[in-house]
Structure formats: structure tokens, C-alpha cells
């Protein structure tokens, strides 16, 4: 502890991680990442194809079981619990009620035979909302919150573009309140003008519901926008971490250096 | 030395080089041993060539780059936090409540009306949209920015437009610690008084204030002390 410590600040982090290892066979997914997150922070992050951002994040949010390394989540109720430590249905109870997954593919991310409302509602169901009404207009709301008309409602998601399915998506992951969300490439695979759009409607989001966020982008850009913090990855390791202005301004890394002095300007 | 009583920002024994990794690791001194002191209800504007790091002094300050050497100690609610040692959080922590920066040029962000850029402070800060986005009106008058632009995106505002933005952000909520990165530079005689009324106004309220302008008029106007740095250190 430093001398900065003297007015203290939040006391403990959401999600604490430590020595986060994935080893596929002898080929390094991840290593020994550590991150804190803190009550209403975003980290972003970036790296190229390969660099392991995505191998990571399906480890924090239990798509994958890590090799080695520890990771701990503060719950609502102020418990802290060990992820890999949880019985089964423990894990998939905490994803539910207090954890969201936005993945770059929204075909991943949403069940297609259901209509767009029916995504959001069956989420309501999943923590135990039981009245169709209530269910239905919280539905219609959240799609009034990511710019999806609601006489939509009882479409089915293939009915709608890319940008559409991608706001759906995050209005399914976001009706029940969660304290963590996770994003992989957001933004990817959508055209420029409907990325402005999303990007705006997530930053938004994260400010007005006050969650933690972690997001995956190998767009600087994007990181600049959304994230507090980044963490700079290559070859399933961290190699730079700090506040987003100072990495994407300042960076003291040298392949940190090469990806931003790498950006087209416009 | 400055009276520990109204000191707000301590920089010492600073230093600043940036290490360009892919050029060879070639290393680019800024300065370094800097010491310079601003105390509350001082306007100190940096004086010095083109190149002499006095936009890199402010980033530094504002926890935008990082540095080699030394302190930068800023009053945060009553105690002195080393914002060259603080963690990205507090850093963050330092922006909302302490320390305000207006550099030259404003980020915009798509779809984000102007009026709205400027509101963020104050809403960062917990203030409701109705009372912060009244403020930011008052601001955006004050700096003569026709009313028919405050809904809009500023994208395509000319550079005067989106400086006077930038500005009326900077001065929404009112800092203890204020940089001010060349604010008045595409600025017209009238926006410039407008400016100078706000520096010295937010002096007044007892702020400290570190800045850089090149338009004499200005400078002569708003420095209570010129503070000179030398020229780039050889390598």
C-alpha cells in the first residue's frame, strides 16, 4: 500500500483474477494473466488474432476451464466466491443472474426459433419472473433501450440485420440487471455506421447501469470509446497495462507501439 | 516555496523521454529535474519554444503520459496524491472531482450531441440531466456558440466551434487544478474575451490554473507568473 492509499476508494474488486493459465496441449492459450476489476470499470482487451484476448475471456466467463490460476467474483450478496471452486449448477445459476455474455456472432448469443421478445423474456423466466405481462412489457422496454421498434417484438431474430441482432443480443443480456458483462468483439463484423450506433448505445449502457464490463476488441478505436482501462495481449500474454489514454498515447511497449502507430488515420 | 497552505500542484525533479522501441529503441528527451510549484488563485502559463515539452508537461500532469522521474504531487480532498504513481482508478478518480483539462482539439464522439459532451462532467459527477444540461447551455452561450448547433454532433464544426465546446466542458464543473492546453487558438477576439472572463473567474473561486498560450494579448492577460522551460535536452 502507498501513500496514495490515504483516501480509499472502492473497497473491494468484482472479479479478481490471478495467474489465469490455458494451455491447449503445450501451446499457450493464455499465461498467467492477473486482472482486478473494480465496481464500474470497463477494461478493454486488445491484441491481434492469436493474442489469447479470446481464449481469456471464454476462461472468465467459464466456456473454457483453466489450466492454472484462480478467479474470484464478488456476488451481489458481498460474497466472494471462487468460479472453478462452485459446483456446476452454482456456476450456471451465478452466469444467469448476475453475469452477461455478449459474443461477436449475435447467431451465438441468441436463440434464432424464438421471436425477439421471447429472447429477452426467457431471460426474465431463467431468474424466476413468472407473470406474462410484466415479462412481455419489460421485454418491449429493453427493446425500446437498444433502438428496436417495438412491433418487432414478435419477430424472430432472423428476420433482422446484423446491427439489430447485435442490440437484441445485448438487451437479452442486460434485462436481468447484471453486475459483470463480458464482450468479444461487439462491434465486429458490422458496418462502420451501425458500429457509431452500438458503440453509443453500450456506452451508454455501462455508464447509466453502473456494471463492470470486460470487452474484447482489436480495435483501438473502440477501446478508446468504451474502456477505462486496457490491457495490451500477445501471444497469450499481457504485456501492457494502464489507463486507455495513457496506453493508446503514451504506450511503453514496444508491440503496444507498433499497434497504434499502425492506425490509418482518417 | 510555495505556502504548503494553498499549494495545489508540486511537480519535482521530473523527468520525461519517450523510448521509440521500433526506431531502434532510439530514446527522445523531453526534461527532466523539473520542479515547479501553482498554488490556488494562480494563473502560471508555461513559457518556451516550439518543442520544449510544455504540452508533454501537461499530459504528464493529467496522468495522459507517463514519466522517468520524480513527482507530481496534486491536492486531491485535502492530501497530496503522486499522480505519476497512482493507479489508472484514481487517475480517473482525480479527472471527475480535481483535476480539469481543455487540450486543443476535442474528441468527438459519433452521434453525441455538443450540448451533451459538454454536460458529461457534471453528470460523471452525479449532477441530474435537467440541472447539468442548463449549465451546459449557459456555458455554450457564454461562448457565443449559436443555439441551432447545440443538438448536434460536432463532427463537422469548424475548429473555433469545437474548441469553444472543448472549453465550456473543461470549465463545466469547477476543478481545483486546471490545464489548459492553447484553449484560445482558433479563437476570434470576441471568444477569446470570453475565455479570458472564464480563466479569471475560475481563478477568482480560488483554482489553480497551468496553461500554455501563444497569443501574447491573452497570455499578458491571464498570467499571474510565467514559468519558463529550457530547451530540449540533448540525448
Known amino acids: 500500500m502507498s501513500a496514495l492509499s490515504a483516501t480509499p476508494i472502492d473497497d473491494l474488486p468484482v472479479l479478481s483474477v490471478r495467474g489465469l493459465t490455458k494451455l491447449y496441449g503445450t501451446r499457450v492459450g493464455c499465461r498467467d494473466v492477473d486482472i482486478e476489476l473494480w465496481p464500474g470499470e470497463v477494461l478493454g482487451v486488445v491484441g491481434e488474432s492469436g493474442s489469447g484476448k479470446t481464449t481469456l475471456l471464454d476462461c472468465l466467463s467459464a466456456r473454457l476451464t483453466p489450466s492454472a490460476g484462480t478467479i474470484h467474483y464478488q456476488r451481489r450478496d458481498g460474497r466472494v466466491v471462487e468460479l472453478f471452486e462452485l459446483s456446476e449448477p452454482a456456476r450456471r445459476t451465478l452466469l444467469r443472474t448476475e453475469w452477461g455474455v455478449v459474443r461477436q456472432n449475435p447467431r451465438d448469443g441468441l436463440r434464432l426459433d424464438v421471436s425477439a421478445g421471447a429472447n429477452v423474456g426467457e431471460r426474465l423466466m431463467a431468474i424466476g419472473a413468472r407473470h406474462y405481462g410484466d415479462i412481455r412489457r419489460e421485454a418491449v422496454s429493453w427493446l425500446g433501450k437498444v433502438e428496436i421498434d417495438g412491433d418487432r417484438v414478435d419477430d424472430r431474430p432472423t428476420a433482422f440485420s446484423g446491427g439489430m441482432q447485435q442490440r437484441l443480443q445485448i438487451a437479452r443480456n442486460l434485462v436481468t440487471n447484471p453486475r459483470l458483462v463480458f464482450m468479444d468483439e461487439p462491434t465486429g463484423g458490422l458496418d462502420v455506421s451501425v458500429q457509431a450506433r452500438l458503440l453509443d448505445l453500450i456506452r451508454g449502457l455501462v455508464a447509466n447501469l453502473g456494471l463492470s464490463a470486460i470487452i474484447v476488441t482489436h480495435d483501438l478505436a473502440v477501446a478508446r470509446l468504451l474502456a477505462h482501462r486496457l490491457m495490451v495481449m500477445r501471444g497469450g500474454v499481457v504485456v501492457e497495462t494502464g489507463l486507455t489514454d495513457q496506453v493508446l498515447d503514451d504506450p511503453q511497449h514496444a508491440y503496444t507501439q507498433l499497434l497504434v502507430s499502425s492506425i490509418l488515420q482518417v | ?235
Open chain 2, 1 to 235: 516555496m510555495t505556502d504548503p497552505e494553498t499549494l495545489v500542484l508540486r511537480v519535482s525533479q521530473l523527468a520525461k523521454s519517450f523510448v521509440l522501441h521500433n526506431q531502434g529503441g532510439v530514446i527522445l528527451p523531453v526534461f527532466r529535474d523539473l520542479d515547479l510549484d501553482v498554488a490556488a488563485g494562480e494563473c502560471v502559463v508555461l513559457d518556451g519554444a516550439s518543442g520544449v515539452g510544455k504540452s508533454t508537461l501537461l499530459r504528464a500532469i493529467h496522468g495522459n503520459y507517463k514519466t522517468a522521474a520524480g513527482q507530481i504531487l496534486l491536492r486531491h480532498r485535502g492530501s497530496m496524491v503522486d499522480v505519476a504513481a497512482a493507479e489508472p482508478r484514481r487517475i480517473l478518480e482525480l479527472r471527475r472531482w480535481t483535476l480539469g483539462y481543455v487540450s486543443q482539439f476535442l474528441r468527438v464522439i459519433p452521434r453525441i450531441a455538443a450540448i451533451d459532451i459538454v454536460a458529461e462532467p457534471m453528470q460523471l459527477r452525479g449532477l441530474d440531466a435537467a440541472t447539468s444540461l442548463r449549465r451546459a447551455a449557459d456555458l455554450l452561450a457564454r461562448l457565443n456558440l449559436p443555439e441551432r448547433l447545440w443538438r448536434l454532433p460536432p463532427a463537422t464544426f469548424s475548429g473555433g466551434e469545437q474548441q469553444r465546446i472543448n472549453l465550456a466542458r473543461g470549465f463545466a464543473v469547477e476543478y481545483p487544478m486546471m490545464l489548459l492546453d492553447e484553449p484560445t487558438a482558433a479563437l476570434d477576439g470576441a471568444n477569446r474575451a470570453a475565455v479570458v472572463d472564464l480563466i479569471e473567474e475560475t481563478r477568482a473561486r480560488g483554482a489553480a490554473i497551468l496553461g500554455i498560450f501563444h497569443d501574447r494579448e491573452t497570455r499578458e492577460k491571464v498570467a499571474t507568473r510565467l514559468f519558463t522551460m529550457e530547451g530540449r535536452l540533448a540525448a
